[in-house]
């Protein structure tokens, strides 16, 4: 190994990030990144069911561009997107993903195992200690992470994260997932005395942080970089276009009579399929925990049917939305619920105890199944 990391025999675990391991490597895990092209990853995704019939029928219309999308971001190296993976002697393999989604923000999806507990928590382990020993460099600020409250390893792994690792450092947000079609949400526009809606410009925005702060905290601010001057991520942007790529957002606010911002819809664009549910063309809803049911209903109608614009050339022809507030009204309406989503996010100086918390939660898995954890190389 190319590395100054120490493994310990006994246990097989690597020593986190620091003095005595200042340069770990993907290697060092037994891992190698990008070492298949996107049509063979995918071609894993369906022979272990991870891309199981429904999600395999949403994106078959798309198939060719989010291959595209994927061997065009790729071209970048571990810029823009790259998968960590381990193969295992008796044929067992473990896959990860990672993007990023803004200026030093990744969305770290996709872990797939099949045949081995071990591949799994090799790349697991790794996408902590390697962005941990480079975030100096990589002026890493967060991860994120989207799973189904209904899987119970990620809802252990995710959502068990707070209470291992404090609120200071990371949040779990439940909410809703639906797709709304552009006609609908064209529609959506209330009239009356309603305040109106308005697009931010680029700048800083500290009543947008505010209301952030105010629904979700600091972690999320942070982690979406709604504490910076760029807020249409034109930074990222210029990242992506070298390879023929986009990755934007618009934002919409709408403000109460006194001039305070109430709600806002982040819609986020970006190449398609690199979350295999459209997350990253979400458009994100944020509603001020002191309206009332009614006004957060007119509120969130508002902001769909101005951020539709945003999607008018989105290949799917809906705004997939999110938001915490129940959108039973929406499917009523004629949305498409996808599933209820929680969402995780943890801030960089937090990957050293996100490391422990994973390898905790696989010691647990590996007792229970007999094994013991060892040597990842």
Known sequence: MNSTAVLDRDTGRLPLPGPSAPSLTWSDFGCRVNARTPAELFERYESSRFLYPAKRARLAP???????????????????????????????????????????????????????????????????????????????????????????????????????????????VPGEYVMVPGPLAATLRPGGRDRPVVELDGGACPELAALARACRGEVYVRAEGLDRDDLRLDDVDRLYRLVGLRRHRRIWVQYDAGGRLRAAALA?????????????NRCDLLVSPELDEAEAQRALDALIAAASTAYEDFEPGCVPVACETPMDRLVRAGAEPVRPYTRALWLAEAYPDVYRHIDSLYARRLRGRGQHPRRTP
Request: glycine fraction near 12%; avoid cysteine.
């Open 268 to 280: 986020h664009r970006g190449p398609l399929g690199f979350n295999f549910s459209f997350l990253e």
């Open 62 to 172: 798309y198939r060719s561009l989010i291959l595209e999308n994927w061997q065009r971001a790729r071209q970048a190296g571990e810029l823009l997107l790259y998968e960590v993976s381990r193969e295992e002697p008796d044929g067992g393999w473990a896959s990860l993903t990672s993007w990023r989604s803004t200026h030093a923000g990744w969305q770290t999806q996709h872990l797939v195992s099949s045949g081995t507990l071990l591949g799994g928590r090799a790349v697991m382990l790794a996408a902590q200690a390697v962005r941990a020993a480079r975030a100096g460099r990589s002026g890493d600020v967060a991860q994120q992470n989207w799973f189904s409250p209904g899987n119970r390893f990620a809802a252990l792994a995710f959502g068990g994260m707070t209470d291992s690792i404090g609120p200071e450092r990371s949040l779990t």
